[in-house]
């Protein structure tokens, strides 16, 4: 069993800077790809980014390309999402979940463990 717990989340205006953590407890995660989803109001989940459980390999979505930036500390159990350039289409509740095994998988329905969302709030 992983526990998730998200935070960092907040308000910020446009063109602005956040910094999400995900902690994770129970099983050893750092073997396991972990990833960020985001859900706005009406839409679906979708995938945001993923590593692997080394850390050594990040995949992105086209949208935040460039400007997220996913990260890992093994030894902290905790993997993090940098948020640059914010934009108000990047406000959403924010997920973590995994950890997923060696593959870094874009679809939800993959992940087994999620973590109870943040919301991310981007004011033009």
């Known amino acids: 069993q992983v526990q998730l717990v998200e935070s960092g989340g907040g308000l910020v205006q446009a063109g602005g800077s956040l910094r999400l953590s995900c902690a994770a407890s129970?099983?050893?995660?750092?073997?396991?790809?972990m990833a960020w989803f985001r859900q706005a109001p009406g839409k679906e989940r979708e995938f945001v980014a993923g590593?692997?459980?080394?850390?050594?390999?990040?995949y992105y979505a086209d949208s935040v390309k460039g400007r997220f930036t996913i990260s890992r500390d093994n030894a902290k159990n905790t993997v993090y999402l940098q948020m640059n350039s914010l934009k108000p289409e990047d406000t959403a509740v924010y997920y973590c979940a995994g950890p997923s095994g060696s593959a870094i998988y874009t679809k939800a329905a993959l992940y087994a463990y999620w973590g109870q969302g943040t919301q991310v709030t981007v004011s033009s």
């Open positions: 590593i692997n459980g080394s850390g050594g390999r990040t």
């Open positions: 129970g099983r050893t995660f750092s073997g396991g790809a």
